[in-house]
């Protein structure tokens, strides 16, 4: 509140008892809107007298019979007001406009225009005394979907949290406090600390239909509440349901946080039902807590600028002048750079995702795809070029950066930076539609010829684009563009709806539509969705070669030379001078070493002085040992510069005698890099052509198998251990029975069902399907089957994979309650059936059927009604039991014989363990899933583990502790 100056005026109060003249000074103060001045108290007591803050400054008399009298001879104008009151406003602009941007292309007199209507309702802006509003009359409820007592898990305590961590949130606490917006609850207080919160739906605008209200403005001004979800009060019930819980005690919200579900809600209701007129007329977007003003004059900008500020003002509202902008005819705007003429992406966004690597994950994948699509109006083909991301983020499929992936994931970043500016739509001038199809997508672009600066300019008002369906890619290429046509006009409805367009094609039978005579039938029923466009739109035909607007197909590129239009230079490729080789060799102190060692060597110190020409003594070589005396005698040694060399049928290699210089060899040829750990085969190769010494090739086997790496990395390749065993077979029914889930199937029936239970008994392979769901735990299984131990193995295993070929063979296709992609999700009414079928079908493990080894009979199908008429025999009880006999001895034997089969081809790629007690044995990692790290670079083997037990022929039990 600021004196603005001095009137001296008289002040009247007619009354029957005698009317009051007072010659009174009185100050003219600044805001004066909220105080409460009482003057002259006593006369007011007697004269009944009730003074009205008011802009036309009356008062009343009596209670009774009340009469308003007006303030008279109030002088006009006053000189010493109006030099406080500009000086006042200086210091305003000085002290706050400062933060606000306000367009520096503004002629002197429109900015002092601008200054003067914000200094009128500067009480609707923040400062420093009044930093937050205070909105009455929209206050925050909420209701719970739940009732007491609410579950234990939401009254825990406090998080653990690191110094740095509450040093921060002691901070921002203290701040809420000090705003209002937080308070601390008492020890004797109760409040509820909860989260299930009923939804409280309010429509958001959206942000492609909004920013189109931009058309034909010339003035913009964005305004941004300050702290808006804060600005508004809760009710009493809703404080007592937003405690939080901190290491510093409980705090309640007095205001309207920003972490509740249905703020945004509450806070677009707000504004909506604050400016319900502004809204209608068009000129104002509210967009949460973004208010945004548009004009095609600065004089009606002005007006509209005071309209908003007085409502602001008389809410209690606040306004974030650093947030402000004021009177740009281009700004930055819901992500988007704006005018009246033109709609751009805001490059500081796109920027940042620029700078971002490849996504390694699928939520950051999901992350990058979720911001393009905010912008896929800007790009062309945007569903074509992301289809192959958007497939690696179903919840099926294993993330996996292809080189198609990549290249698509560049395209879209390149797309972005170089995404063409969007004209703002003009509903008076015709459109352009330009359509087409291909077998990855549809693509259409809304075109425009608009008058900027008194030239025709031709520019895309919007991009769109969607993939093909399953069902659609079987169509042919006149319903494919039909399909287009119809999909865009139901997108672009909001552009089209009017308005006289023309439609522009590749495909001429698309012409036809409107008018054909004899449809099919959903081609019918796109002929009568176009018709409300008939007279509006014109359909013409361009030939593919010139329709490249919307061409999806991007057919055939010219090539990139000085005669193409859109030559691009290439750019040379960069010449790296090379300022060094490095040529690897073995350095002559290797061959000196060797030299050496001969000397201490029996054998080759003999024939080094043997193959020596000087030498004559013969009787030297009978000192030799046997293989060397064997290899001599055969003329393979050689001597060439004191080096002796061992030649073979097709190579001559030097030979070694020193330890220190074979475990060189050998860790060269097998654990170098340039070796890479191969297989022994390999690296007997590779020594083969390097060395030579008696027992090499024993040694080197040796080396390999004693080899820590090789052994835990390389995968065996050879037999596996274990031959098959026969398992005795049970005698009686219902002894054994096999059980396994099946899940992964689609939801089906009433009640969702999308998993069963199968179960099959060992003997005589009877199955019992159970309908339940995957959510279902082994004790709820346990409790189904207490009597029974129930075993998985390969024989639950093959069952479900003979149900699933069954299910498979009637859900995909042939049935007539099949849906429209031509399958049915209702499998678990084929269940019952498909278990009958299984019991009446002779198997190939026993030679009969289920049924027969279980029940003696087959139960009746409808192909038994073929034999009705014949004679029925019911065998008596004893030959029943020698027939049944006769069966179950048949399924024995078909068993021996099976697993015989089995046995034979199994025993093929397998040999008998020969592990003992106190052996050391590596164990295959296969099963191992909690081993950290890649499952790629896993070991595949890890150990050594010592036997401490052996159980049968193929079961050891190894020390895994240490």
Known sequence: MYPLGVLDTNLVFPHPAGSLRVKTEIVVMDNCTSQHIILGNDYLNIYGIDLNNHKDRYFTIGDSKREIFAFSNIPKKISVISSVKNSHKEGFVDNHLIEAQINPSLSPKMRHELIDVLYTYNNALASDNEPLGAIRGHEVDITLNIDRPYPQVLRRPAYPASPRTR????????????????????????????????IAWYPIPRIHKTLTQFSKAKYITAMEALKGFHQSFLTPKAKKLLGIITHCGIYEYIRMPYCIKNAPSNYQRMRNTTFPTELSEGWLIIHIDDIIICSDCWSLHLERLARVLHKVSKVNMKISLKKCNFGFEELKALGHIVSGLSLGIEKNKVAAVLLKPIPQKKKEMMSFLGFSSYYRQNLKEFAILAKSLYRICEQQTVFEMTQERIKAYEKIRKALTK????????????????????????????????????????????????????????????????????????????????????????????????????????MLRWQIAIQEYRGNMTIVHKAGNIHKNADGLRRWELANTPDNPAYVPLKAEPQIPIEGINITDIGTEFFAE????????????????????????????????????????????????????HRSKNSCVMTLCSRLLINTILHECDDSIYSGQLSEYRTLEKVKKC??????????????????????????????????????????????????????????????????????????????????????????????????????????????????????????????????????????????????????????STGQTPAMLENGWNP???????????????????????????????????????????????????????????DLVLVSTLSFNDIKGPKKLKDSYVGPFVIVALHGTNEVQVELSG
């Not at 701040?175 to 299930?196: A, D, M, S, Y």
């Open 419 to 522: 995404a063409p500016l969007l004209l703002m739509p003009d509903w008076n001038i015709p459109f352009k539609l330009y359509i087409d199809a291909c077998g990855d997508g549809l693509g259409e672009v809304l075109h425009q010829t608009q008058f900027i600066d008194e030239k025709p300019t031709a520019g895309p008002v919007c991009y769109i684009s969607r993939q093909i369906k399953p069902t659609e890619a079987k169509d042919g290429a006149s319903q494919m563009e039909s399909l287009c046509l119809v999909w865009a006009l139901e997108k672009l409805h909001f552009y089209l709806d009017g308005s006289v367009f023309e439609v522009i094609t590749d495909c001429n039978s698309v012409k036809s539509l409107l008018n054909m005579k004899t449809p099919k039938i959903h």
């Open 167 to 198: 040093e921060a949130l002691e901070k921002h606490i203290q701040e809420l406090i000090q705003l209002g917006v937080l308070r601390k609850v008492g020890h004797n207080e109760e409040v509820e600390v909860t989260t299930p919160v009923i």
């Open 860 to 918: 009746r199908l409808p192909e038994d009604t073929l034999e009705k008429d014949l004679i029925e025999i019911h065998p008596t009880a004893f030959s029943f039991k020698i027939m049944l006999d006769k069966v179950k001895h048949h399924a024995k034997q078909s068993m021996n014989d099976g697993f015989d089969y089995a046995k034979q081809k199994w025993d093929k790629s397998h040999k008998v363990p020969d592990f003992k007690l106190g």
């Open 691 to 844: 060395a030579w010494w008696p027992s090499w090739q024993k040694e080197n086997i040796e080396y390999c198998h004693t080899c820590d790496r090789c052994q835990k990395t390389n995968r065996g390749t050879g037999k596996k251990f274990g031959l098959m065993i026969h398992i005795q077979e049970k005698k009686s029914l219902w002894e054994v029975v096999h059980m396994d889930w099946v899940t992964a199937l689609p939801p089906s029936g009433d009640k969702g069902y999308n998993a069963f239970l199968v179960i099959v008994e060992r003997y005589s392979k009877t199955p019992i399907f159970l309908l339940c769901h995957k959510d279902d735990t082994a004790m709820d299984t346990a409790l189904l089957l207490w009597k029974y131990h129930p075993q998985t193995d390969g024989l639950a295993e093959r069952m479900i994979k003979t149900l699933e070929d069954m299910i498979r063979s009637f859900c995909a296709y042939g049935l007539a309650f099949k849906d429209s992609d031509g399958f049915t999700h209702y499998w678990c009414t084929l269940i019952p059936a498909l278990e009958l079928a299984y019991k009446t079908s002779v198997h190939y």
């Open 594 to 645: 060797v030299g050496e060692s001969y000397k201490q060597e029996k054998n080759c110190h003999i024939l080094t002085s043997s193959l020596d020409k000087d030498c004559k003594d013969i009787s030297l070589v009978k000192a030799l040992d046997e293989v060397w005396e064997n290899s001599y005698s055969e003329g393979r040694f050689h001597l060439f510069d004191g080096i002796i060399y």
